[in-house]
T-cell receptor, first 113, second 115 residues
Framework: DAKTTQPPSMDCAEGRAANLPCNHS???????VYWYRQIHSQGPQYIIH???NNETNEMASLIITEDRKSSTLILPHATLRDTAVYYC??????????????FGTGTKLQVIP | DAMVIQNPRYQVTQFGKPVTLSCSQT?????MYWYQQKSSQAPKLLFH???????NEADTPDNFQSRRPNTSFCFLDIRSPGLGDAAMYLC??????????????FGPGTRLTVL
């Protein structure tokens, strides 16, 4: 599985956009980029995923570079409830048609009032 | 609401005493996963079931076993817990098939303490 590299921590002012970078330079063509977050003492929560194109949903936007070696998760208007550890994961679609993922170390995002 | 449920949320066991953690899901997903998460670390996949097919990770100790009696339930058995097995244990599920919506849904976790 491709590995990911993320900054260990970031701060963001409440109401501003939070841009969380991720490097996945060894990603292969059939691997997806997934983002999850984990709020303290809870299970991880799915945010968004993509293969090649940029994606947007009600939670966030995912920007993937053309060479697919890096991506950025954007939380457009960060709130205090977005304080969490954010994991960028490269997922391998296995033969059964489901994802098997390996979590990296993640970025601890602190939203500041 | 459809969900992944883990019981108990907190479990205390003694060194060497077998313990079982349980996970149930109302999502009717084919795949169920067990992760171990130690303090300040990322979740680490132990094994997963695709329907009844069990898939063990190469570095998962033999001390850890799992059972899936039906689609809804999955159990994690730790045969002889050591102090190093104290961790949060996370259960997750996912659907097979479409690439569009096969994200994993996690339960709240069971925090295991070994005395």
């Amino acid at each position: 599985d491709a590995k990911t590299t993320q900054p260990p921590s970031m701060d963001c002012a409440e109401g501003r956009a939070a841009n969380l970078p991720c490097n996945h330079s060894t990603i292969s063509g059939n691997e997806y980029v997934y983002w999850y977050r984990q709020i303290h003492s809870q299970g991880p929560q799915y945010i968004i995923h993509g293969l090649k194109n940029n994606e947007t949903n009600e939670m966030a936007s995912l920007i993937i570079t053309e060479d697919r070696k890096s991506s950025t998760l954007i939380l457009p208007h960060a709130t205090l409830r977005d304080t969490a550890v954010y994991y960028c994961i490269v997922g391998l679609l296995v033969s059964g048609g489901y994802q098997k993922v390996t979590f990296g170390t993640g970025t601890k995002l602190q939203v500041i009032p | 609401d459809a969900m992944v449920i883990q019981n108990p949320r907190y479990q205390v066991t003694q060194f060497g005493k077998p313990v079982t953690l349980s996970c149930s899901q109302t999502l009717n997903h084919n795949v169920m996963y067990w992760y171990q998460q130690k303090s300040s670390q990322a979740p680490k996949l132990l094994f997963h079931y695709y329907d009844k097919d069990f898939n063990n990770e190469a570095d998962t100790p033999d001390n850890f076993q799992s059972r899936r009696p039906n689609t809804s339930f999955c159990f994690l058995d730790i045969r002889s817990p050591g102090l190093g097995d104290a961790a949060m244990y996370l259960c997750a599920t996912s659907r097979r098939g479409s690439n569009i919506d096969n994200e994993q849904f996690f339960g709240p976790g069971t925090r295991l303490t070994v005395l």
